[in-house]
T-cell receptor
Framework: AQTVTQSQPEMSVQEAETVTLSCTYDTSESNYYLFWYKQPPSRQMILVIRQEAYKQQNATENRFSVNFQKAAKSFSLKISDSQLGDTAMYFCAFMKQPQGGSEKLVFGKGTKLTVNP | DSGVTQTPKHLITATGQRVTLRCSPRSGDLSVYWYQQSLDQGLQFLIQYYNGEERAKGNILERFSAQQFPDLHSELNLSSLELGDSALYFC????????????FGQGTRLTVV
C-alpha cells in the first residue's frame, strides 16, 4: 500500500519570503502522479500543482514549484514570494497510474502554513 | 468556485440516525468521488462512481452507501451514525474515470452528537 508522509505539522513564513514544505511517499509503483492540494479556512480543496512521475522536469505553477526526487521518493513544494492568501493547510497526495479505471488519491496528514505580515 | 456543489454545508444529528449528503458535479463531469476528512484519520477515499456505476471503493464502512443518479448527481447515505462519524465529507468530480483532474466541493461538515 502507498503511504504519504508530511513531517512538518505546522510551518510559518514571513510575507514575501520563500518556504518549502516536505513530503515523502512510499510505493513500489514506477508510474504514478503526485499532487499538492491547498485547503484554506474556507475548507475548499484546491489543486496547487501536479507532477507525473515519468517526467524528470519539476512542475511549476507561477509562485509554486516542486522538487521531485524520484529515487528518494521525495516531493517538496516551494512557495516563493509568500502571500497572506497562501495561509492554509497543504496536503501532499499520491495516485497510482490509472489502468482501465481510476485510482484513489492517498493523502498525507497535511502541513498547516501560516504567512505572517 | 470549483463548480462542484455539496449540500448541506453543515449537519448536526444524533447517534443512530441516518443522513444523506448530496453532491452535484461540475457540468459534464462523469466521475464523482467521496472523501472523508477527520482529525485522526486525515483524508480518506470512500468511493467513486462513473456514469452511474460504482468504479472504485476505498475505506467505506458497510453502514455507508452511495449512488449516482442518471443526472449524475450523487448521494452519500450514512446510517446508524456514531460519534466517530463526525467529519468533513468531500465530493469531487472529474470529466472521466481518471482522477488527475478532480475538483472538490466545499464539503459537508457532519457532527454526530
Amino acid at each position: 500500500a502507498q503511504t504519504v508522509t508530511q513531517s512538518q505539522p505546522e510551518m510559518s513564513v514571513q510575507e514575501a519570503e520563500t518556504v518549502t514544505l516536505s513530503c515523502t511517499y512510499d510505493t513500489s509503483e514506477s508510474n504514478y502522479y503526485l499532487f499538492w492540494y491547498k485547503q484554506p479556512p474556507s475548507r475548499q480543496m484546491i489543486l496547487v500543482i501536479r507532477q507525473e512521475a515519468y517526467k524528470q522536469q519539476n512542475a511549476t505553477e507561477n509562485r509554486f514549484s516542486v522538487n521531485f526526487q524520484k529515487a528518494a521518493k521525495s516531493f517538496s513544494l516551494k512557495i516563493s514570494d509568500s502571500q497572506l492568501g497562501d495561509t492554509a493547510m497543504y496536503f501532499c497526495a499520491f495516485m497510482k497510474q490509472p489502468q482501465g479505471g481510476s485510482e484513489k488519491l492517498v493523502f498525507g496528514k497535511g502541513t498547516k502554513l501560516t504567512v505572517n505580515p | 468556485d470549483s463548480g462542484v456543489t455539496q449540500t448541506p454545508k453543515h449537519l448536526i444529528t444524533a447517534t443512530g440516525q441516518r443522513v444523506t449528503l448530496r453532491c452535484s458535479p461540475r457540468s459534464g463531469d462523469l466521475s464523482v468521488y467521496w472523501y472523508q476528512q477527520s482529525l485522526d484519520q486525515g483524508l480518506q477515499f470512500l468511493i467513486q462512481y462513473y456514469n452511474g456505476e460504482e468504479r472504485a471503493k476505498g475505506n467505506i464502512l458497510e453502514r455507508f452507501s452511495a449512488q449516482q443518479f442518471p443526472d449524475l448527481h450523487s448521494e452519500l447515505n450514512l446510517s446508524s451514525l456514531e460519534l466517530g462519524d463526525s467529519a468533513l465529507y468531500f465530493c469531487a468530480s472529474s470529466p472521466s474515470s481518471l482522477n488527475t483532474e478532480a475538483f472538490f466541493g466545499q464539503g459537508t461538515r457532519l457532527t454526530v452528537v
